[in-house]
């Protein structure tokens, strides 16, 4: 089980002011290349955190139309027309 006692890890501020998210922090998180982040800010703390990604974010926003349909009477209207449209090729 991961340490929670608290660590300090530095890091260089650059002059377009991105800095290097240490490889523990990476892990500890687990960021990967091209996720967003989260900054809060509470005070002079700021806490990072991954960013929810826009589809969970938004997920369940907008109520169901209604209950969905099963698979299989989709599955079974596809290959009725289907089929008609093969039978109609055949004439």
Not at 13 to 21: D, F, H, N, R, S
Not at 53 to 82: N, Q, Y
């Amino acid at each position: 089980m991961p340490s929670t006692t608290p660590r300090a890890l530095e890091t260089t501020l650059t002059q377009k002011g991105q800095v290097t998210i240490p490889a523990a922090i990476r892990t500890r998180l687990g960021l990967k290349p091209r996720d967003r982040v989260r900054f809060e800010i509470d005070g002079d703390d700021v806490r990072l955190k991954p960013a929810q990604s826009r589809l969970a974010r938004h997920f369940g926003a907008v109520p169901a139309a209604g209950r969905p349909r099963g698979w299989r009477k989709d599955r079974e209207a596809f290959e009725t027309g289907v089929a008609r449209e093969a039978s109609s090729q055949d004439q």
